[in-house]
């Protein structure tokens, strides 16, 4: 059975940090892994995203800030999101690309307070 399990979310305040990790069970094989995150009133966006050979790229809003890593052998991608600003308050989801299929997160909650 095919799951995304997602973790680190939570409340901090603004200049503060977390981060997140997505583990990805039951998929054989798995190309690029990313975050999206969906703000309240807003269309879902990309936030950043990593191939299997180490490769990112990042949302503008975001660069300099986040840092997305995976680790293939266990399926698990992270974001290390730092310098947190209270716009970057949304629900996060993980993205995993398979050979046939793309999985989705259940989502995690993060809020930055002012």
């Known amino acids: 059975q095919v799951q995304l399990v997602e973790s680190g979310g939570g409340l901090v305040q603004a200049g503060g940090s977390l981060r997140l990790s997505c583990a990805g069970r039951?998929?054989?094989?798995?190309?690029?892994m990313g975050w999206y995150r969906r703000a309240p009133g807003k269309q879902r966006e990309l936030v950043s995203t990593?191939?299997?050979?180490?490769?990112?790229t990042y949302a503008d809003s975001v660069k300099g800030r986040f840092t997305i890593s995976r680790d293939n052998f266990k399926n698990m991608v992270y974001l290390q999101m730092n310098s947190l600003k209270p716009e970057d308050t949304a629900v996060y989801y993980c993205?995993?690309?398979?050979?046939?299929?793309?999985?989705w997160g259940q989502g995690t909650q993060v809020t930055v307070s002012s």
């Open positions: 993205n995993v690309q398979g050979d046939l299929h793309i999985y």
């Open positions: 039951g998929i054989s094989s798995i190309n690029a």
């Open positions: 990593i191939t299997r050979g180490g490769t990112t």
